[in-house]
Structure formats: structure tokens, C-alpha cells
């Protein structure tokens, strides 16, 4: 059976940024958070082989899986390219992923984030679609599709090459609309088009649009003053045809509530809402921060054990509030257990793995000189 997007909730939750605590996810916060989702009447969970350094799937398996019986939700995960070294590595991790979800079937299984020059070639290589179809006519996988973090080139030869591929996955938000590099906008396009289903990652750009300069928080609250700054990221792509599951990556009760209140009577944004949209938009665009969406896909193989998000995140919070002292006393507290921007030895491995494509290394130079001065 295909997919019916109608039927899809439209608020996914996202397990790639699970509360922690004491260094390991807080079941006990985790499964209050996965209690509240499915009493609203939503069902689809989205983690991957790498979340949580491995941790994620396992977490699903214990906040989910054993609490719940298996029709009363929809779990996806996905395969991660850059860890494939030789053909056994596909089934031998998919099992793993089984093993550690403790399900014997996903629902939504994706070929994680094709993109240029990179994930694309090595699942080309080891024949990883042909594999995807075969698992679906064993059982083990429902829907088949990936997450996409390329050009809208790469997107148009991936689906005429593949077009048993279900749905796609990529990065859509207000801010990247029309950025150069993620192209979020071309992305819906070609996808719209082919009236392919879309999942949507990133709405909230990994919480960068949840709190913003309080002259661009105005136009918001001029129009809705009671509603939160993230509901807007949310609306703006929950308000686009063609969209069937916005996932948002939530790591505290507050955001859970929140992002319900958006969804439980969801209302299309006005032409007003709009514009007022758009207006924030392009005072974001001209306003210079790192765009980076707290994946955390750079951390696990940092030699250095810097934290590169949360070092971006200070950085960003200078730049957006210049008198704040807040972001070198949160600084100060992220390298107190780990790496300092200057300890960067520009191995590049960050820079291989980074969706956003964002040059890290020099980067992390120029926050030392922000943050150490």
C-alpha cells in the first residue's frame, strides 16, 4: 500500500535532540514527552542509526516500543552511507537497527542525506536501493525514500534514476527558503511537481528560528501576540501544499506543548501572517550567522571532543545580541569538559560529514578570537 498523506500526522517527533541528563538521554523525561504526542492523537517518531552517538534507536525502543503496542505508532530510521565499507555493512546494520529499536519491521526507512559528492556514490555503490525494495517484499520495511541535503540537480537525477522511491526528506524552513546553499525552496519545487511526498526536517532551523532579535519578534507579536516565535516556523511549512509531516526535534515538555497548541487546531497562515513572514525573512538574510542546525553529526568524530554546535550557538548569540554577556559565560561552561574552538587541529572530518556544508575550521578560528579574546 502507498502512502497516503492525508492519513500522515502532520506533527512528527523528531529523536536527534532528546533531553539528557547527567551525559545519556532522560528516559524517564523522554517518555513523558512520548505520552503526551501519542495521547494527542499523533504517531510518527523519526531517529537514525547516528542520533544520540548511536543511543537514539535504543531509546525508541525503550520510551515506545515497549510501552505501546506496534499498531499504535510509526517509527523511521535511516542508513547512514558514510559508515558503508564494504556490501555486508548494509544488512549488518540494518539488523542492528532492529535489534536496537526492538521491532521487527519500519515503518518509514530512509537512505540518510544523499547529497553531492558524498552519501550519493556509496549508495550507488552497494546497490542500496534494489536492497531498500528487496526489504519491502520481505516485510521489513513499509515505506522506502531518504533524507536529501544536496542540490536541487542531484534531487531531479536521484528521483529520474529512482523513481520507486516514496517520499523525500529534506530541510525546508522560512530562512532557507532562498538560501544558496540549502535551497529549500527550489527543493519543494521539484518535489511539488512530481507530487512526491514530502517530510519536512529542520522547521525550526534546529531552534534558531524559536527565538530571534526582538525588533524581528515584534512583527510577530503585532499580529499574534500570544503566540510563541516557533509556531510561526511551524505554520509556514505546515501551510504549504504537498507537505505531509513537518518533524520537529523536541527536548523539553515546554516545546512538546507548545508545538501541539500549533497543530491541535492548526490554522493556515493568513496573506497578512504571510508578509509578516517574509518581511522577517529577509531582515534574517541580512543579518550574517553560522547556519548551523545543532545535528551534531560533527561531534562524534571530533578528535578534539569540541562541541562545534554549541561553540556556533555563543558565536550566534553575540552577533545577534551584541551587549549580552551571556554567550562567553556559556562558553566558558560548554568547554569546561571538552575542546575550546582554538583547539581545533583541522583534521577536517567535521567538515566531511556537516549537512549545511559550513567551512567548520575556519569557523571555529574565528570563534576563538570572539570567544577567547
Not at 93 to 107: K, T
Not at 116 to 125: F, L, P, T, V
Not at 250 to 272: C, G, H, I, V, Y
Not at 340 to 361: W, Y
Request: with cysteine.
Amino acid at each position: 500500500m502507498g502512502i497516503v498523506p492525508e492519513k500522515m500526522p502532520k506533527l512528527g517527533f523528531g529523536l536527534m535532540r532528546l533531553p539528557e541528563k547527567d551525559g545519556e538521554i532522560d528516559l524517564e523525561h523522554v517518555c513523558r514527552m512520548v505520552d503526551a504526542y501519542l495521547e494527542a492523537g499523533l504517531t510518527y517518531f523519526d531517529t537514525a542509526y547516528v542520533y544520540h552517538s548511536g543511543k537514539s534507536e535504543v531509546a525508541a525502543r525503550e520510551a515506545i516500543v515497549k510501552r505501546y503496542p506496534r499498531e499504535a505508532f510509526t517509527l523511521a530510521t535511516k542508513l547512514p552511507g558514510w559508515e558503508l565499507k564494504k556490501q555486508e555493512d548494509v544488512e549488518r546494520i540494518f539488523n542492528e537497527q532492529l535489534e536496537r529499536a526492538g521491532v521487527s519491521y519500519y515503518d518509514f526507512y530512509l537512505l540518510h542525506s544523499i547529497e553531492d559528492g558524498a552519501n550519493y556514490e556509496a549508495y550507488e555503490k552497494y546497490d542500496c536501493y534494489r536492497w531498500g525494495m528487496q526489504k519491502k517484499q520481505e516485510g521489513k520495511i513499509k515505506h522506502f525514500g531518504f533524507s536529501f541535503h544536496g542540490s536541487p540537480d542531484l534531487l531531479k537525477k536521484v528521483l529520474d534514476e529512482h523513481p520507486e522511491m516514496e517520499f523525500v526528506q529534506i530541510q525546508l524552513n522560512y530562512a532557507d527558503w532562498e538560501n544558496p546553499v540549502v535551497r529549500s525552496g527550489e527543493l519543494y519545487e521539484i518535489l511539488r511537481v512530481r507530487n512526491i511526498p514530502m517530510i519536512i526536517m529542520e522547521p525550526v532551523k534546529g531552534g534558531m528560528l524559536a527565538s530571534l532579535k526582538p525588533e524581528f519578534e515584534e512583527k510577530f507579536k503585532a499580529i499574534r501576540p500570544d503566540a510563541s516565535i516557533a509556531s510561526w516556523a511551524l505554520r509556514f511549512v505546515a501551510s504549504l501544499p504537498g507537505v505531509m509531516t513537518i518533524l520537529s526535534g523536541m527536548s523539553t515538555e515546554e516545546q512538546m506543548q507548545d508545538n501541539l497548541k500549533t497543530f491541535r487546531n492548526f490554522e493556515p497562515l493568513s496573506d497578512a501572517e504571510k508578509a509578516a513572514v517574509e518581511a522577517v525573512r529577509k531582515m534574517i538574510m541580512e543579518t550574517p550567522v553560522i547556519g548551523c542546525t545543532a545535528c551534531r553529526y560533527c561531534c562524534d568524530g571530533c578528535p578534539q571532543k569540541i562541541s562545534i554546535p554549541d561553540v556556533f550557538r555563543a558565536v550566534n548569540t553575540m552577533k545577534l545580541y551584541d551587549e549580552d554577556f551571556r554567550p562567553k559565560a556559556f562558553y566558558k561552561g560548554v568547554t569546561a569538559n571538552g575542546g575550546k574552538a582554538s583547539d581545533c587541529i583541522a583534521c577536517g572530518q567535521c567538515e566531511r560529514v556537516c549537512p549545511q556544508h559550513l567551512p567548520i575550521i575556519s569557523l571555529l578560528k574565528e570563534a576563538a578570537e570572539k570567544l577567547e579574546a
